[in-house]
């Protein structure tokens, strides 16, 4: 049995994740865990400076260990800088894929200017009503409805919330990608307007063992084409040595 542990972004829960759950095969054992950005409530996580530090905790938490993290958007980044930091120290991560979806990622402080910043708000809204449509499915919401039902998402996130992830966002330059020697699978939607496929691409070139897949579509591919992302986790997990059990005490 293969432990495969699903992050999500800002503003979601483990619910975005809900499309996937016919496709899993018998040997996979799914861990979805509500992570502190969840939508519902994050007064407690909104003054927390080192979310990475909460990534480790939940990864530490599943039991048997993780054979692969899986993790969207915001939660990307944080698992892409936990990555770092470890490999920095020379202490790598006991993890042996990750597959990062729709990363933001920058390799130089240049790269971002004073004008950049507006977009990157006002697009959060429009991404949050994204969701919501996606998962709501077949269900009729008047249109109206669910951009009042985003920004009440975009409320509960609130300044605090929005500029955790902006500063995760400015600070990728400084993660030392390099030095990451797991195996990772980048996830860029080709029409995704909140994290460029670019970016995705960019990244998965920066990391030593990793590969890219760009695909149509936008910042949730695993709701857009649940069959095929399922079927894509499998084949990486399939392509992945297996973890190695550490030795007994003596």
């Known amino acids: 049995m293969k432990n495969v542990v699903l992050l999500h972004g800002l503003g979601n829960n483990e619910a975005v994740w809900s499309s996937l759950a016919g496709h899993w095969r018998s040997d996979v054992e799914v861990h979805a865990p509500r992570l502190p950005w969840h939508g519902g409530g994050i007064s407690g996580w909104r003054y927390e400076t080192d979310s990475a530090a909460l990534v480790e905790d939940v990864l530490a938490a599943v039991p048997g260990g993780a054979d692969l993290v899986v993790a969207h958007s915001f939660s990307s980044v944080l698992l892409l800088e936990l990555l770092s930091r470890r490999a ?22 240049e790269a971002f200017d004073w004008d950049m910043i507006e977009p990157t708000l006002h697009d959060f809204p429009r991404t949050m009503a994204e969701s919501i449509r996606l998962q709501t499915g077949d269900r009729a919401i008047d249109p109206e409805l669910r951009a009042d039902m985003a920004r009440r998402l975009c409320e509960w996130v609130g300044p605090y919330g929005w500029l955790r992830f902006f500063d995760t966002y400015l600070r990728t330059p400084l993660f030392r990608v390099d030095l990451v020697e797991t195996r990772c699978l980048v996830v860029g939607g080709a029409d995704d307007l909140s994290a460029p496929a670019a970016e995705a691409a960019l990244l998965a070139r920066r990391l030593p063992a990793a590969e890219a897949v760009i695909v149509p579509g936008g910042h949730f591919p695993m709701l857009e084409r649940p069959g095929w992302f399922a079927g894509t986790v499998h084949d990486f997990l399939d392509r992945t040595p297996d973890r190695v059990a550490p030795a007994a005490g003596i």
């Not at 991560?93 to 920058?106: E, I, K, S, W």
């Open 88 to 109: 920095a120290a020379g202490d790598p991560l006991d993890l042996p894929a990750v597959v990062l979806v729709n990363p933001f990622y920058r390799e130089s402080a």
